[in-house]
């Protein structure tokens, strides 16, 4: 079994920050990519962050705000959401594209999703 848990969302006021945390447990071999993802109510799942070897990716909407970090020795990714915006409500989930096994091949993996609302 592999688990992804996040942590770390709430309610804030706009402007304000939070810091997601998600770890990896589990049987594990390689992981290859760590990334977070959002979906917002009657919209679509949407990539936030992802973070591939050396290589970062933000969306357009939050790059220059959040930042995206991993410990590899932990299977940890987090999350830094600055200047936080009413549009960046919703549940984020936390995203693992691993192999279990040497041999195996690699599988996308998902959190149970932690919500994320930002309101006056």
């Known amino acids: 079994q592999v688990r992804l848990v996040e942590s770390g969302g709430g309610l804030v006021q706009p402007g304000e920050s939070l810091r997601l945390s998600c770890v990896v447990s589990?049987?594990?071999?390689?992981?290859?990519?760590m990334g977070w993802y959002r979906q917002a109510p009657g919209k679509e799942r949407e990539l936030v962050a992802v973070?591939?070897?050396?290589?970062?990716n933000y969306a357009d909407s939050v790059t220059g705000r959040f930042t995206i970090s991993r410990d590899n020795a932990n299977n940890m990714v987090y999350l830094q959401m600055n200047s936080l915006k009413p549009e960046d409500t919703a549940i984020y989930y936390c995203?693992?594209?691993?192999?279990?096994?040497?041999?195996?091949?690699?599988?996308?993996?998902w959190g149970q999703g932690t919500q994320v609302t930002v309101s006056s």
């Open positions: 995203n693992a594209y691993l192999r279990r096994r040497r041999y195996s091949g690699y599988d996308n993996y």
């Open positions: 589990g049987i594990i071999y390689n992981i290859d990519a």
């Open positions: 973070s591939r070897g050396g290589d970062i």
